[in-house]
């Protein structure tokens, strides 16, 4: 018993380092409700991404949330944002629900976790619509300067969306 608590107790120092370690450093520059108010109106800007595009199915927004100079990284269906390969899934999955599980918010980057769930009702990715329900996750890290979208980094993850809709 002694030797579990004693494992038990340098496991708890570690989380409290870590926990320590993980807290957000506020700029010496910038008061701390400044800082919060940046956070929340990027992470809106990004919200509104996910609220207008996959809940209103409202196309034009892009223009009005994605910078001109915006970079898309590691984007597997259709090429860049705004637009890329977004109309096809759409099409595809046009019932499709984006539900965000985590935010993490730092500077000008926005983490969102998010699951999407849809039925598969129009062709994808050479695939015939098969009316299977799918779900899948990304992890996508936004940067956002100026209450626009200027850089997007993720993986859609195309082999488990295709598995799911194998006939």
């Not at 800082?35 to 034009?60: I, L, S």
């Not at 090429?79 to 730092?106: C, H, M, R, S, Y």
């Not at 926005?110 to 769930?117: F, G, L, R, S």
């Amino acid at each position: 018993m002694f030797r579990t608590l004693s494992h038990l107790g340098g496991l708890l120092v570690i989380v409290l380092l870590f926990t320590a370690a993980c807290q957000p450093i506020q700029p010496t520059n910038a008061r701390a409700g400044e800082v919060t108010n940046t956070r929340q109106a990027n992470q809106a800007v990004v919200q509104r991404f996910y609220d207008e595009v996959f809940t209103q199915k409202n196309m034009p927004v892009l223009d009005e949330i994605f910078a001109e100079n915006f970079v898309a990284h590691d984007l597997d269906v259709g090429g860049e944002l705004p637009g890329g390969g977004l109309p096809e899934t759409l099409a595809a999955f046009p019932d499709v629900k984006a539900t965000i599980n985590q935010w993490v918010v730092e500077g000008d980057l926005v983490v969102a976790y998010t699951t999407y769930n849809g039925t598969h009702q129009g062709e994808f990715l050479g695939v015939a619509p098969t009316g299977k329900a799918v779900t899948w996750s990304i992890i996508d890290i936004w940067r956002v300067k100026n209450g626009k979208i200027v850089e997007l980094w993720h993986d859609i993850p195309n082999g488990d969306i295709l598995e799911q809709i194998q006939p």
